[in-house]
């Protein structure tokens, strides 16, 4: 049975992301790298047969509210998928979803969760990750401290060995209910909705 690498993304409300999009391909045409949509890694990448990793998603969507996340600084990292990045506050509410979807795909961590949104994909210097960081910092000062809303899970195709990002593509998405609606039970079912893109 044929399997691909799997992801799960948070993604930011619409404002959010066009403003972090900015930055990015500021970063992106002065550092290099891929193009990609700004999002908080969930899940990270677990390789399923396609039908499996779509139930998976849509089991773990349900019950998940659209949560807050909170900026602590734009930072650098050590590897090509976290070269600078906006790094979050890990409050119960972003671990706990987080760890609600890990569950539900069999996810185990090989270190603790670290809710991130990378701002630009490359292989730098140090130096030159340093030069990044600051130009993110120069391009957006309010972008460190940002706060802003998680209103959508989305899962993608992510082959981490494709460093171009040609093969990665979004599978499916799911709005999640407002933290603050009330609702009956047969209300809150219809209030989830699932967009299938592709498998």
Not at 3 to 9: G, L
Not at 158 to 167: C, G, N, P, Q, V
Request: negative net charge; aromatic residues 10%.
């Amino acid at each position: 049975m044929a399997t691909h690498v799997y992801s799960v993304w948070g993604l930011p409300q619409e404002d959010v992301r066009t403003r972090a999009k900015k930055v990015m391909d500021t970063l992106r045409l002065e550092f290099g790298g891929p193009e990609f949509d700004p999002h908080v890694t969930v899940v990270g990448a677990i390789r399923l047969p396609p039908a499996d990793a779509l139930d998976k998603f849509k089991s773990a969507c349900k019950g998940v509210k659209a949560y807050t996340a909170h900026g602590k600084g734009i930072s650098t990292g050590t590897f090509f998928y976290q070269c600078v990045f906006l790094l979050l506050e890990p409050t119960p509410e972003v671990v706990v979803t987080s760890d609600h979807c890990c569950g539900h795909f069999g996810y185990n961590r090989t270190s603790s969760y670290m809710p991130h949104m990378s701002l630009l994909y490359a292989d730098l210097t140090e130096e030159e990750k340093k030069k990044a960081c600051e130009r993110a910092i120069a391009l957006d000062e309010g972008l460190g401290n940002l706060s802003f809303t998680i209103n959508r899970l989305a899962l993608y195709k992510t082959d981490t060995e494709d460093r171009t990002l040609k093969s990665w593509e979004k599978v499916a998405e799911c709005d999640l209910e407002a933290p603050w609606t009330l609702m009956s039970a047969s209300a809150a079912s219809n209030k989830t909705f699932f967009y299938v893109v592709g498998c």
